[in-house]
């Protein structure tokens, strides 16, 4: 009474976990979570376009391909600078929703895990923000199908223990120093480089390559 008569509100807060079926069901809600998790991370930023340009001048890619690439933003900003850009995302809703319809034809729905693209198809593989949502037991074969498309460059963006950015989301589930992770790739085949003075965040990723012949 005090809530609603005096101060005007009732005292709310966000529910948290998947909603009953029948709430579903009346107002149909098919992906909350996504809906919740995209809210705010749809928005273009600058440093989309800086890591564009970076990645352009640096890696001098012919065909680009982005798993977990969200809303499709970096796919969208390679192809303002003329680089042939693909992305995938394990949510359906992301894909379906982008704000960037220019590049809606350049998505799909797909898993990190299982990639429907060719051996070696991309010079340039850029995976950020992906491999610390998947369990650890599903790691190797991520990196395995990664590799697998990508012919020449890789690119991954990482948050490392020490890295606060790690803690800040609950859908992360891998919780390792970075010297791990680069063993992780080293076991795939992947060669792992110095990285590249220039980019954006660097003490967040692996910059890698593919010996060929090796």
């Known amino acids: 009474w005090k809530d609603w008569h005096i101060l005007g509100y009732y005292p709310v807060r966000k529910y948290e976990g998947d909603y009953p079926s029948p709430i579903k069901r009346k107002f149909r809600i098919e992906h909350h979570r996504d809906v919740d998790y995209f809210s705010t991370r749809a928005a273009m930023e600058a ?5 564009a340009y970076h990645w352009k001048t640096v890696f001098q890619p012919k065909k680009v391909l982005l798993p977990g690439c969200g809303m ?3 796919v969208f900003a390679l192809r303002t600078y003329d680089v042939e850009a693909w992305g995938f995302d394990i949510s359906e809703y992301a894909v ?9 034809q350049y998505l799909r729905v797909g898993d990190i895990r299982e990639i429907k693209h060719a051996d070696n198809e991309f010079d340039f593989v850029v995976v950020y923000d992906v491999f610390e949502h998947l369990e650890e037991a599903d790691l190797q074969k991520a990196l395995k199908e990664v590799y697998r498309v990508g012919s020449k460059n890789f690119l991954f963006s990482i948050p490392f223990l020490g890295d606060p950015n790690l803690y800040a989301d609950p859908t992360h589930k891998i919780f390792k120093d970075k010297e791990w992770w680069m063993v992780q790739c080293e076991a795939v085949g992947f060669k792992v480089r110095d990285t590249i003075q220039g980019l954006l965040y660097p003490n967040q990723l ?4 593919k ?3 090796e």
């Open 47 to 51: 440093k989309h376009f800086l890591d």
């Open 96 to 104: 379906k929703n982008t704000p960037y319809r220019d590049v809606r």
């Open 72 to 74: 499709g933003q970096r």
């Open 211 to 213: 010996v060929q012949n």
């Open 206 to 209: 692996i910059v890698c390559e």
